[in-house]
């Protein structure tokens, strides 16, 4: 997709909120959170596993992001994560969900964090928890609340005092929100490892030596929180000794951590990605998914965890960026509405269990045994005593040569291994599942999109049909946002001011207005050299939309980019129009807290007959966001505000244009 499109795209679906108006009974099954779930065990762990209430474990490991679902229909993944054989729920914290404000905090709805924690333990499972505090995530900011880049004199993510006095706030305030619930398992809580940064070591260097002293800290601190439970680093190959490094990425089966004292756990398996507006949507095969999996345990992994298992939505304004779609499905094995994805959900759940029926010799065994089977071809054989007394032998089998498959002979058995797959042998002979065999069945999915219909004018038109359920609809309506500086709580100033300085990320518009007196002479001038001037920014990011009297000049949308945009004025007086938008805050890489938005540099009118015009020393009114977004009228509350028309069949869309639809189930 080129940039004009990507950019009308954006226009399209950010201006555009269907308004559902839905009249579902529902019954719903609350179960009963409260008390222990576990009687009370102690984590730690030793170069192979993580042990748990004595017992090293291989446990397999299923990523839900709690604020990306709503809470109806956490019990449900959580159900579907454990009949797809997982053992833990591992989760991200999001800060900025949390404390919007400085000081306020937000365990509501999609933010009730202690009831997420207390249905998975409900359900039997484990919970991992990735409290950061920056996440990473595809998360708008990274995770980091907007407030936190005005503290005066703060730098995050290094060894700077006004950083770490609120990070340690907001860690310390999860992990005494935890132990007064009794979340974590030695109280008969689900928590059984927690984890402190994200991803560090891949911007630490950025920091010199305040980058390894900030390791240190934020270890130190987290450990002196005295949650009793192991704590992670991923991606931290400088991790301190008492603190787990954890690999992330789409294959970890080679992954060392940095001491021979630590298990070799998988943080982030991507079994998919995430979508950037216009990208195109990710896929990865089950087979491909399962056969790294199964290589991971094949050479010594411990914990896996499927990042996502449900990606689920960004809802609201939480996409990161920039230009990351609401919708953060991820190919995961549960899709976007928390249905089972087949075959992948199906596949791995075989995976899950040929793996379950291997654990006593995998925990059994301290390292596997290595044999070389062919050029491409290796077995990894565990074995050791049994819990229960007797011996114990599991094998996996991998041929991973992309294109042949391979005879191989094993144990004095003769083995056919598929093109880059792993058998597993849970007995050291037979084999109960092979990675590019599958079994779980295909479904695929069809969606029936409800664009706005310009062409058809009838009252009730059938939008969506699924399984048994009709939805009919209403005609279209339309409401047009007003071009510029809409109401009272504008101001002005002389001077361009920082995006983000002014909105506060509160909205992702902002306005700037100024006025622009053109001569006769600078008319004749343009006329002689049959050129028009042009605004001209230095860099900008995500979205710029140049108007002229009201009249859209152009866009420009890119990731601080230089912006050109030819404009024609009338002789004397014209209002020009500068609309900046932001599509996700920036969430990967360093210094996230100097990035800011809208324009860095030199802002100029050029092709004037006197010269270049400096615009920052005009005098510029700022209105923050759009009317529509002040009075709220994308929700069902406060939609009947507004003046609403139905879309004619000749209608011609506005630039900025709110559409909404009424659904009835039936
Ligand atoms: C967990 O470890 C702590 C500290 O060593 C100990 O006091 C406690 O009794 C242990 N709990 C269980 C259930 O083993
Ligand atoms: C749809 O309705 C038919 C007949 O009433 C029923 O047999 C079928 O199970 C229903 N399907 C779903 C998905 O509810
Ligand atoms: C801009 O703000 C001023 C001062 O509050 C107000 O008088 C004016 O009406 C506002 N402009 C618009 C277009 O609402
Ligand atoms: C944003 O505002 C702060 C003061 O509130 C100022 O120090 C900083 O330079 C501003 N950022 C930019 C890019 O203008």
Redo the contacts with the bound molecule.
């Keep these: 997709m080129s940039f004009n499109s990507m950019a009308e795209s954006i226009r399209f679906f950010s201006l555009q909120w269907q308004i559902l108006s839905l009249t579902i009974a529902l019954l719903v099954y609350f179960p009963i959170v409260s008390g222990s779930f576990f009687k009370p065990f102690n984590v730690s762990y030793d170069h192979r596993a993580l042990i748990i209430a004595g017992k090293r474990r291989m446990l397999v490991s299923a990523g839900i992001h709690y604020p990306r679902a709503t809470p109806e229909m956490w019990s449900d993944l959580i159900a579907k994560s454990k009949e797809g054989g997982a053992d833990v729920i591992q989760t991200y914290v999001f800060w900025s969900g949390h404390e919007p404000v400085k000081g306020q905090y937000n365990f509501e709805g999609r933010y009730d964090l202690v009831k997420f924690v207390k249905l998975i333990g409900s359900s039997g499972l484990y919970l991992h928890l990735r409290i950061g505090p920056y996440v990473c995530a595809e998360w708008n900011f990274g995770g980091f609340p907007v407030w936190l880049r005005d503290i005066p004199g703060i730098e995050f993510r290094t060894d700077n005092e006004p950083f770490k006095k609120e990070m340690q706030k907001f860690v310390t305030k999860i992990v005494d929100l935890m132990r007064e619930a009794k979340l974590f398992c030695w109280q008969g809580g689900p928590i059984i490892m927690l984890q402190i940064e994200n991803e560090y070591g891949d911007v630490e260097k950025s920091y010199g030596q305040k980058g390894k002293d900030y390791v240190k800290w934020a270890a130190s601190m987290a450990l002196g929180l005295g949650a009793g439970v192991p704590w992670v680093m991923c991606k931290q190959t400088d991790a301190p000794q008492n603190i787990i490094d954890a690999c992330n990425g789409y294959y970890c089966d080679g992954f060392k951590p940095n001491s021979q004292m630590k298990p070799i756990l998988w943080t982030e398996d991507w079994d998919g990605w995430y979508t950037k507006w216009g990208g195109s949507l990710p896929h990865r095969p089950a087979e491909d998914l399962a056969f790294a999996v199964a290589r991971f345990y094949q050479r010594g992994g411990s914990f896996q965890n499927y990042y996502m298992y449900f990606g689920g939505t960004n809802f609201g304004r939480t996409s990161g960026g920039p230009f990351y779609i609401t919708s953060y499905d991820y190919d995961a094995p549960l899709d976007e509405y928390g249905l089972r994805s087949e075959p992948k959900w199906g596949h791995l759940k075989d995976l899950h269990a040929a793996i379950k029926l291997c654990e006593p010799a995998l925990v059994a065994a301290d390292a596997p045994q290595y044999r070389k089977l062919g050029s491409n071809q290796e077995a990894h054989i565990y074995r050791g005593d049994g819990e229960t007394g007797g011996k114990v032998c599991a094998a996996f089998l991998a041929n991973i040569d992309e294109h042949k498959s391979a005879h191989v002979k094993f144990n004095g058995q003769s083995y056919t291994l598929l093109p880059w797959s792993v058998s597993i042998l849970p007995d050291c002979r037979h084999v109960a599942f092979n990675t590019a065999k599958v079994g779980a069945q295909t479904s695929v999915k069809t969606v029936e999109s409800a664009r706005p219909s310009l062409g058809s004018k009838s009252i009730l038109q059938k939008v969506v049909r699924q399984d048994n359920v009709s939805y009919i609809s209403k005609s279209w309506m339309a409401l047009k946002e007003p071009i510029g500086?809409?109401?009272?709580n504008?101001f002005t100033f002389q001077g361009l001011l920082e995006h983000l300085n002014v909105t506060k990320d509160r909205s992702d518009y902002l306005w700037h207005k100024t006025r622009i007196t053109v001569s006769e002479d600078d008319i004749s001038f343009w006329k002689k050299n049959g050129a028009n001037p042009t605004v001209s920014i230095d860099s900008m990011r995500d979205v710029l939309r140049v108007f002229v009297n009201k009249q859209l000049s152009g866009s420009v949308v890119g990731h601080w980019v230089k912006a050109v945009q030819p404009v024609r004025f009338m002789q004397g007086n014209n209002d020009l129009l500068l609309l900046t938008q932001t599509v996700g805050l920036q969430n990967y890489g360093a210094f996230l807290e100097k990035d800011g938005a809208g324009f860095r540099g030199k802002a100029k009118l050029t092709g004037f007959k006197n010269g270049d015009m400096d615009l920052a020393k005009s005098s510029w009114t700022y209105q923050v966001g759009l009317k529509g977004e002040a009075e709220k009228i994308y929700t069902v509350e406060h939609n009947e505000k507004a003046e609403w028309s139905t879309l004619e069949t000749d209608a011609s869309p506005s630039i900025f244009m709110w559409y909404k639809i009424l659904l009835f189930l039936i």
């Design positions: 500086i809409w109401g009272e504008n």
